[in-house]
């Protein structure tokens, strides 16, 4: 596969079951969207004996019976690949990623810079653990950069948030 179809083209989320986001979620959420589909590596690997439909893809994330749902489809709609993932690993790391966020949110408004600096390295990290986290669930599924792991976790927050 080449650069151009290892990747993503489109990105729909799921969240007709969630409840309603605050709006710096949604914020986040158009900020992961538009910087995923701006630069992302994207793979699906041979399974067994299935052939492997190159991208670019289509992936629709939702969250369906408490499971993580990766719905993968080809630019023109042919069902690529479908899988589902456990929630648990990833509880942990977005129930400390959103108290992070809430920090800083609240510091950009009261605290001078060295703070926030300070917390933003803390939510960077934090963010790196989810990222790390999804490539390890995903093994043997997709492969994905790191870049696109955090993007992509920072939807599964946004999934989690109503989930």
């Known amino acids: 596969m080449t650069e151009a179809t290892s990747r993503i083209c489109h990105i729909e989320i799921d969240d007709t079951q969630l409840a309603a986001?605050?709006?710096?979620?949604?914020?986040?959420?158009?900020?992961?969207?538009?910087?995923?589909?701006?630069?992302?590596?994207?793979?699906?690997?041979?399974?067994?004996?299935?052939?492997?439909?190159?991208?670019?893809?289509?992936?629709?994330?939702a969250i369906r019976d408490r499971r993580l749902v990766f719905d993968v489809t080809t630019e023109d709609k042919q069902k690529a690949g479908e899988f589902h993932l456990s929630l648990g690993p990833f509880r942990q790391v977005v129930k400390d990623y959103f108290q992070i966020c809430e920090s800083y949110?609240?510091?950009?408004?009261?605290?001078?810079?060295?703070?926030?600096?300070?917390?933003?390295?803390?939510?960077?990290?934090?963010?790196?653990?989810?990222?790390?986290?999804?490539?390890?669930?995903?093994?043997?599924?997709?492969?994905?950069?790191?870049?696109?792991?955090?993007?992509?976790?920072?939807?599964?927050?946004?999934?989690h948030f109503g989930g």
């Open 21 to 61: 986001a605050t709006a710096e979620i949604e914020q986040e959420r158009r900020v992961a969207v538009f910087d995923l589909l701006e630069d992302n590596s994207f793979t699906l690997p041979p399974r067994g004996d299935q052939p492997v439909l190159d991208g670019p893809y289509r992936l629709s994330l």
């Open 105 to 159: 949110f609240s510091a950009v408004k009261t605290m001078p810079p060295s703070q926030i600096e300070a917390i933003d390295m803390a939510r960077r990290g934090i963010h790196n653990e989810g990222a790390r986290v999804l490539q390890e669930r995903l093994e043997g599924k997709a492969i994905v950069d790191i870049d696109t792991a955090r993007r992509l976790f920072t939807l599964i927050c946004v999934l």
